[in-house]
């Protein structure tokens, strides 16, 4: 199977309402299409979540997502390319204006906030373009299980629960075996650093 084959398959089963084992630019994860809340509650089922803890979605490294992104006023030690990817935590009135209202209602964590990261992960990048939406990305591993650093450390149980397992290909290997960097943001502009 080639990479275009890989993709394609990968957009299928996401714009089907399907879930995916997947690399990401930190560690392996799992994800659907984030405008179906039916994917959504088939991710938490299969990871056997908590409903109260949020997952995170990837979105596209577009002009007006940077802009929004690189006013929040954070550090520009946080914004650069060459560091440790990323996640930012936002109140609902920042990330509703870089993703519009078709955001699954089930996905946003219960004060409205929402981890978004853009990914510096070319398949990532590739899949959120040809998806035309946010990607849902959580670790993959079962709820309160350790977060894999490889492919090989990634429960067989979980595989099996996925519609669709990316292929472990060196081309879509990360050197980034910790998860993200974590930052939170308030409405009001100031954040915290939840994980360095």
């Known amino acids: 199977m080639n990479m275009d ?39 938490y ?37 060459t560091n440790r990817p990323t996640t930012y935590i936002l109140p609902e009135a920042i990330w509703r204006p870089m993703l519009g209202d078709s955001i699954a209602g089930n996905l946003a964590a219960e004060d409205g906030t929402l981890g978004i990261r853009v990914p510096q992960h070319a398949f990532c ?5 040809r998806l035309g939406a946010p990607l849902v990305s959580t ?20 595989k099996r629960r996925v519609d669709f397992c990316v292929p472990p290909l060196e081309a879509f290997r990360s050197d980034e075996t910790r998860g993200s960097r974590i930052v939170k943001v308030l409405a009001d502009g100031s954040h915290s650093i939840l994980r360095p």
């Not at 890989?6 to 630019?25: E, S």
């Not at 990048?125 to 373009?129: A, I, K, L, W």
């Not at 670790?139 to 979980?158: V, W």
């Open 5 to 43: 084959d890989i993709i394609r398959q990968t957009i299928d089963t996401l714009l089907a309402g399907g879930t995916i084992l997947y690399p990401t630019d930190t560690i392996w994860g799992v994800g659907c299409d984030a405008r179906c809340a039916a994917a959504v509650e088939k991710l």
């Open 45 to 81: 089922a299969l990871k056997e979540r908590d409903r109260s803890k949020s997952m995170l979605v990837l979105v596209e490294n577009t002009h007006d997502n940077r802009i929004i992104l690189n006013n929040l006023n954070i550090p520009n030690t946080l914004n650069t390319p």
């Open 125 to 129: 990048q590739e899949v959120v373009q």
């Open 139 to 158: 670790s993959a591993n079962l709820s309160g299980r350790p977060s894999p650093t490889c492919y090989e450390e990634i429960e067989e149980e979980l």
